[in-house]
């Protein structure tokens, strides 16, 4: 007969295993609360019965989330998790008034410095698990590619061991009567637990964006769907504690930069999808490097069930980019780096006749976002990449000659198509694209629009809906407003 400590001991590492120690404890909780003590009950809790109400907990947490390499009902709970810990802000009246007011002073002071329209939603002030909420349907769209390029060669890898898992484990997913992890099997249960190791993974690096984050769009990703601007004023007050700079004017440089790129990001219909289906399309290409992945299998003691939610993953990407990955994430650089330029230039335009200390801020943001931007450290972590703006000073060049060279209107519509975009050779040497007369530039661009789209309503042309418009499933999109 074994030792009841004995069993008690592998009862707890199955459900680490699982579940990692955090859950496991709140499965033991829940057992608790109905009356059964794990610790004094255990040799009679493991019957098909007790077994049942066990796994319906299990299933609760990895269960849940759908068919999928990420279990993103864990990410979503290990983000909240982390905020609720360690990071939780509260969001008063007057910090949302505050933030709100920002948000349309700066849009006034943008109407006359570019001429693309304003946002349509509501402007909203965010906690961080607010950014959270907004911000999950788009880090998901961008990670689930990379996750499922994980999963698989993980899955791969474990196949060819998977008679090294100890008894307790192959045992709790093939239960008499049928009880145990939805679909069956220890391979299912891998999948499983490898969909919550990437859920925490992920989870924990949507946490460290939230609490870093300014708004919806300063990481170089627009996070928010709609035709909304928003700002978290907590992350703002943090960032402007012990900064000679009054917090009124950080909150209104930092609510003009949010507006613009809000701006661009709802008003150029092909802008925010080509940026992010780039995104996605380096991540859904990436290499996993799986020498090394098959060496902590290899090296895993599947004795010890805790090491399978130990797994590292921080070394999983290949050294070398492919030439297809390559030429993806050039193509995202150079986006970004227009992206960004523009902002820089628009926002310095806007904000000099009303801000003391305007120059003092745009350098102190220019140092951000090249060295502390949350986004980075985030991208590299998880896609073995910055995904940084690399033409950033190029870009701002370009755009403050485009503001000498055409006025207002010639400038922001070359945003009307990628194709009347500077290339990465152009912006090297900015000077050859202005060659031509305003008037000359001006009736290229609308020669080239005219017969871009000659018959053609622009239906075809690949945009989200805006605020209001019917999405394709025949829903509108809103902005909800969640302070």
């Known amino acids: 007969m074994s030792n009841p400590s004995e069993d008690h001991n592998n009862w707890q590492e199955m459900l680490r295993a699982i579940l990692g120690p955090q859950a496991a404890e ?19 809790m493991l019957t098909p019965e007790n077994m049942q ?84 349907p ?26 090294e898992l100890p008894e307790q484990l192959t045992g709790f997913v093939q239960l008499p009567g049928g009880i145990g992890i939805p679909g ?25 964006l939230a609490v870093g984050s300014f708004g919806s769009t300063d990481t170089g990703i627009p996070f928010l769907e709609g035709s909304s601007a928003a700002l978290v004023p907590a992350n703002i007050a943090d960032f402007s504690a012990g900064l000679e700079v009054p917090e009124s004017e950080v909150l209104a440089y ?12 709802t008003r150029v219909p092909w802008l925010r999808p080509r940026l992010l289906d780039t995104v996605a399309e380096f991540a859904r290409g990436i290499d996993i490097n799986t020498d090394a992945i098959e060496e902590q299998v290899r090296n895993m003691n599947f004795a010890n069930p805790n090491e399978i939610t130990e797994i590292d993953l921080s070394d999983v990407f290949a050294l070398e980019l492919t030439q297809p990955q390559q030429d993806a994430i050039a193509r995202l650089e150079h986006l970004l780096s227009l992206i960004e330029g523009w902002v820089s230039e628009v926002s310095a335009c806007a904000v000099a006749p009303h801000l003391p200390n305007a120059v003092a801020l745009r350098e102190m943001f220019a140092r951000r976002y090249a060295t ?3 986004a980075r450290h985030v991208w590299q972590a998880q896609m073995g990449v910055p995904l940084a703006p690399r033409m950033m000073r190029e870009s701002v060049a370009f755009w403050q000659l485009a503001n000498r060279k055409l006025d207002i209107t010639q400038r922001d519509h070359l945003w009307s ?31 080239f629009l005219e017969d871009l789209f000659a018959g053609d309503t622009g239906a075809s042309a690949p945009h989200e809906p805006k605020f209001g418009e ?14």
């Open 26 to 44: 709140e499965v033991i909780a829940a057992l608790n609360a109905q009356g059964i003590n794990p610790e004094a009950q255990l040799q009679g």
């Open 53 to 136: 109400l066990i796994t319906g907990q299990i299933q609760q947490l990895l269960g849940a989330s759908g068919e999928g390499p990420v279990n993103w009902k864990i990410a979503e709970k290990v983000a909240r998790d982390t905020i609720a810990s360690r990071h939780l802000d509260r969001l008063t009246g007057a910090a949302g008034d505050a933030a709100r007011q920002a948000l349309s002073t700066a849009s006034l002071w943008l109407d006359a410095a570019s001429e693309i329209d304003p946002t349509t939603g509501p402007n909203m002030a965010w906690t961080r698990l607010d950014w959270v909420a907004h911000a999950l």
């Open 138 to 163: 788009t880090f998901r769209r961008l990670f689930e590619p990379l996750g499922a390029n994980i999963s698989r060669a993980f899955k791969e890898a474990v196949a060819e061991h998977i008679g």
């Open 184 to 208: 069956g099997g220890a391979e299912a249960m891998i999948e499983k637990m490898l969909a919550a190791l990437l859920g925490m993974q992920y989870g924990g690096a949507l946490a460290e």
């Open 254 to 265: 930092v609510a003009v930069r949010e507006v613009a790129a809000a701006r661009l990001y």
């Open 372 to 374: 502390d931007n949350p």
């Open 417 to 447: 198509h990628p194709d009347l975009l500077p290339t990465p050779e152009v912006l090297a040497n900015p000077e050859d694209f202005f060659t031509a007369n305003p008037a000359e530039i001006e009736s290229e661009l609308d020669s």
């Open 470 to 483: 019917e999405d394709d499933a025949g829903g509108p999109n809103t902005g909800e407003n969640t302070d």
